[in-house]
């Protein structure tokens, strides 16, 4: 499943979207849809790629699509698949749900549950920018601790985001036991596209978690997006994963878990934090890591 | 060849959906609406069923698969009820402003709180501006027979609107009676393979269920409400063309029971119909001049009948089984605003709530009632009939 920048098809099925400069998660869609190819129908709730990509009588996606509800996500892509099947589509068709960290990991959950125990022929793609941006930057499980966000404002009583650990998809996806869950990071495409490619050829639920910075809730500058993503994978804020069959591995090792300081003041997200709260959080990722190492077997 | 068998309201419906060829069914079990789903799961472990069965976590994604299904051109069914309906409400705006057939049935049953399983109108009534065709029914036989007329009439192209099919809870769901069963290949000649171009395709694809801003939203809902218009034909016209196939009709939109030259008659929607045509008859042997309008479709409503009525009645009473909180009965507030400048004398009765029995000395009352206010008595508009204590 070798992903050659060479030989990679010159054709974009997404092009022309009302995105923000920057926007990781369009780039996540775009390198989803180089993979995925012709042979595709998607659907998407209410979010920042629907929103972007398709109001009528405009649209930025060129293969077909829907939007359906935000907790309806799952399950419209679920019975897309099953029809699919049981009116005999061409079997190469690719059903894809494409959502939010909000409209996966909170509102979506239920359905992305009740997909996964089905084992759907579905690939579930969760674009994950740490809170409900496309209505304007309110808290999700998956913002970092002490960001801050709308509905997670700073003050004499606040320090921003309160819970300490975003909710792990991965590991809600692995306890279902589908076939095919990864994680990965616009930042690192090769690897993200390798994911895809593979998830396309899995038969079943497949759930990709892709973090996708946002320049305008994160606050940073929007040529920096791949440099963020990347910051983040290399000091263990983020990691790149898959669990194949139940087989674990964790595909992308830090050299070092340096310090986390200039990451965090690079985003106006976390202007409020001080040295205290680097250290802070610098030790909440330190014992992190100790589970995964030994989650991943490498412990 | 049909067959006759003695059946439930719920697996008389469920034949209905059988027959009706559907490819995909999402469902979640709720009472009273469970007997109908358990039946769709038998249909398929005994291998007659022809559809997937797909058994999701919730009333909510039951209808987002539905949806998904019918966006890749496959019939699609799924059922619910009460508390069931309210949860897959947000899914039942999707489905209809996308302009996609599904057909549902729900049993009807009142809402929490307080819990109650049993039987009123409450939960469908409150979905009335969903968007959905609503057809309500009197008997088990009408179930199976509406349930494949509402396929018809959803995939008209004119229409291409979804349809529920309400049967009360446990009065019909749960009460046997003998159902003729149509022959499969009657069915297949009155109900053709749905076919539309409101469906993905890989030759043409397409945005579906998609985002419309302000520039051409009402566009989009005018062209709904046209389409209910063009359902009050259709309703009527795919009724008639039963009949021919199966030698059964229900009157289309709305029925007139032994209203000729009757000084009052009562209106009523669903089982209590049963109830209200036996009285009418016994009413009827003592001479008193009664009738009986039955409302089938109660979106669209048959707003034209009820206008035309004119004075054609000293008084007409509504059976509600349901009520909108701080004004009156649902379906009195259509009667009433229907009959928007005709003086004929209208109440609406508020009972049958919660599965309360409607017995038919109930509907006398009501029936004599009525003639006191046709005779001049002054009378409170709505009233709740039966009650231990107001």
């Excluded at chain 1, 040295?275 to 909440?284: A, H, L, M, N, T």
């Excluded at chain 2, 001049?289 to 008084?315: C, H, N, T």
Aim: net charge negative; charged share 25%; glycine share 8%.
């Amino acid at each position: 499943m070798a992903i050659n920048y060479k030989t990679l098809d010159d054709t974009e099925l997404l092009y022309g979207a009302k995105t923000c400069q920057g926007c990781g998660a369009i780039m996540a869609a775009r390198m989803m849809m180089k993979i995925l190819g012709k042979k595709t129908c998607l659907a998407t709730p209410a979010c920042c790629f629907a929103a972007t990509t398709t109001v009528y009588p405009q649209s930025a996606i060129f293969v077909n699509n829907a939007v359906s509800a935000f907790p309806g996500l799952a399950a419209t892509v679920s019975g897309m698949a099953v029809a699919k099947e049981v009116l005999g589509w061409d079997e190469e068709v690719t059903i894809v749900g494409i959502a939010g960290d909000g409209g996966t990991i909170d509102i979506g959950l239920q359905g992305l549950s009740g997909a996964a125990e089905r084992n759907d022929d579905i690939i579930y793609l969760c674009y994950d920018n740490e809170a409900y941006m496309n209505t304007g930057v309110q808290r999700s499980a998956s913002t970092p601790y002490k960001s801050w966000t709308t509905t997670t404002p700073t003050g004499v009583c606040s320090k921003g985001e309160r819970n300490e650990m975003r909710k792990s998809l991965f590991e809600i996806m692995v306890a279902h036991r589908i076939p095919y869950i990864a994680t990965a990071s616009v930042a690192y495409p090769k690897d993200f596209m390798e994911k895809i490619a593979k998830a396309k050829t899995v038969k079943g639920c497949k759930v990709i978690h892709v973090t996708a910075p946002c320049p305008t809730g994160w606050g940073y500058d929007p040529s920096l997006t791949v440099e963020i993503g990347k910051m983040a994978v290399e000091l263990g804020l983020w990691y790149l994963a898959e669990c194949e069959n139940g087989e674990m591995k964790l595909n992308h090792m830090p050299k070092k878990l340096g310090p986390v300081d200039d990451y965090l003041k690079m985003q106006k997200r976390f202007k409020h934090l001080n040295e205290k709260d680097y250290v802070e959080i610098s030790k909440i990722r330190d014992r992190e890591w100790i589970r995964l190492k030994k989650m991943f077997g490498l412990a | 060849m049909s067959e006759k068998a003695f059946l439930s309201g719920n697996e008389a419906a469920a034949h209905g959906v059988r027959l009706s060829r559907p490819h995909v069914v999402s469902a979640y079990p709720i009472t009273p609406q469970t007997t109908l789903v358990e039946k769709l799961a038998e249909f398929v472990a005994e291998g007659n069923a022809g559809f997937r069965y797909m058994m999701v976590e919730s009333e909510h994604s039951a209808m987002a698969s539905a949806l998904g299904a019918s966006m890749m051109g496959a019939r699609a069914f799924t059922a619910s009820s009460s508390q069931g309906l309210l949860y897959m409400c947000e899914m039942l705006s999707y489905v209809s402003g996308a302009r996609h057939p599904v057909v549902m049935v729900d049993a009807n049953r009142s809402t929490a709180t307080p819990w109650n399983i049993y039987g009123d109108q409450r939960d469908a009534l409150s979905m009335r501006d969903a968007g959905w065709i609503m057809l309500f029914v009197e008997s088990g036989q009408e179930a199976l027979d509406t349930v494949i007329q509402a396929y018809k009439i959803a995939e008209d192209p004119k229409v291409m609107t979804p349809v529920m099919v309400n049967l009360d809870g446990f009065t019909l769901t749960h009460t046997y009676d003998m159902v003729e069963i149509p022959a499969q290949d009657t069915v297949d000649k009155f109900l053709p393979p749905f076919t539309t171009a409101n469906k993905m395709s890989l030759e043409d694809p397409k945005t579906l269920c998609q985002t419309v801003g302000p520039d051409f939203h009402a566009e989009g809902r005018y062209l709904q409400q046209e389409a209910f218009g063009f359902a009050k034909v259709i309703i009527d016209e795919v009724d008639r063309e039963y009949e021919t196939f199966t030698g059964r009709s229900y009157g289309g939109m709305i029925e007139e029971y032994r209203c000729e030259d009757a000084r009052v008659v009562l209106v009523a929607m669903g089982s209590v119909v049963g109830t209200t045509r036996i009285v009418v008859d016994q009413l009827r042997e003592q001479g008193e001049k009664v009738g009986l309008i039955k409302i089938r479709s109660f979106r669209p409503f048959p707003k034209e009948y009820f206008k035309q009525l004119q004075k054609k009645f000293d008084a007409m009473g509504v059976i509600d089984r349901s009520i909108s909180f701080g004004f009156e009965g649902t379906v009195f507030s259509e009667v009433k605003s229907s009959m928007y400048g005709s003086d004929t004398k209208l109440s609406n009765y508020i009972v049958g709530l919660g599965g309360r029995d409607i017995p038919k000395s109930l509907i006398e009352e009501m029936f004599h009632k009525l003639f006191e206010l046709a005779g001049g008595k002054d009378d409170e508009e709505v009233q709740f009939l039966g009650m231990r204590w107001k």
